[in-house]
Nanobody, 121 residues
Framework: QVPLVESGGGLVQPGGSLRLSCAAS????????RGWYRQVPGKQRELVAG???????NYADSAKGRFTISRDNGENTVYLQMNGLKLEDTAVYSC???????????????WGQGTQVTVSS
């Protein structure tokens, strides 16, 4: 079973917008999406934006004022609205969750497959 399914990446011009979606599996006993990360080749993965089940959010300095993370608890889906995209936002974006696949499974971290965001003129 695939714990997380991401969508919404693509190619966009500088200043453009994209909305990423991360949907959690309905077959998991419990899974809570925690946030979005990004990684470029040769660099460590970094947190872009995080969100709690209650809706509290936090952002990397580079994302503040441009990106908005939100969640639909009914659909167990988290979104990342990215506006004012810059060349340096180009990366593979992945969502992260924590949960249990079955009632008796250990609590674990889960990652989406990643979606490429390319900002280019």
């Amino acid at each position: 079973q695939v714990p997380l399914v991401e969508s919404g990446g693509g190619l966009v011009q500088p200043g453009g917008s994209l909305r990423l979606s991360c949907a959690a599996s309905r077959s998991f006993f419990r899974i809570n999406i925690r946030g979005w990360y990004r990684q470029v080749p040769g660099k460590q993965r970094e947190l872009v934006a995080g969100i709690t089940t209650g809706g509290s959010t936090n952002y990397a300095d580079s994302a503040k004022g441009r990106f908005t993370i939100s969640r639909d608890n009914g659909e167990n889906t988290v979104y990342l609205q990215m506006n004012g995209l810059k060349l340096e936002d180009t990366a593979v974006y992945s969502c992260k969750a924590r949960g249990r696949s079955r009632w008796n499974a250990p609590e674990s971290d889960y990652w989406g497959q990643g979606t490429q965001v390319t900002v280019s003129s």
